[in-house]
């Protein structure tokens, strides 16, 4: 399971550095530049998945330490 989430957490998060990516490219070139605001949800809310589910490694670490998980 914790090998799982970390998949999942990595293959989460490849959206997220693209766009940031692309945005500090796009900065570079001109610094009034603001990310659509659509984006910035997508982005958001994607990053707040990883954080959520790469907190759940720890617990799941903690069950499978304790027996628990079988």
Do not use: C, N
């Not at 692309?22 to 659509?36: C, F, G, I, N």
């Amino acid at each position: 399971m914790k090998i799982a989430l970390f998949v999942v957490v990595g293959v989460t998060s490849v959206f997220p550095t693209q766009a940031y990516v692309r945005w500090r490219r796009t900065l570079d070139h001109d610094p009034a530049w603001v990310p659509p605001a659509e984006e910035q949800k997508r982005v958001r809310k994607l990053v707040m998945t990883e954080l959520h589910l790469a907190a759940l490694i720890p617990v799941f670490a903690v069950i499978m330490s304790r027996g628990l998980w079988r």
